[in-house]
């Protein structure tokens, strides 16, 4: 670990992130394990899915 982060960790200790930014980081992770979910459990639909370029 950097000095680097050590400065970012001292400015969020200092001027915390408000609680309407942690809620959507909190809501965006939520909505990307959900995604990873239904496609783990197999409940993805086939036309959701990108096909892969076709090769030469």
Request: aromatic letters at 14%; hydrophobic letters at 50%; a positive charge.
């Amino acid at each position: 670990m950097g000095p680097n982060w050590f400065i970012r960790m001292y400015g969020w200790a200092r001027n915390p992130p408000s609680l309407e930014k942690v809620r959507l980081v909190l809501l965006v992770v939520l909505a990307c394990f959900a995604l990873w979910g239904i496609e783990h459990m197999g409940l993805w639909p086939d036309w959701l899915t990108v096909n892969p370029p076709a090769k030469p």
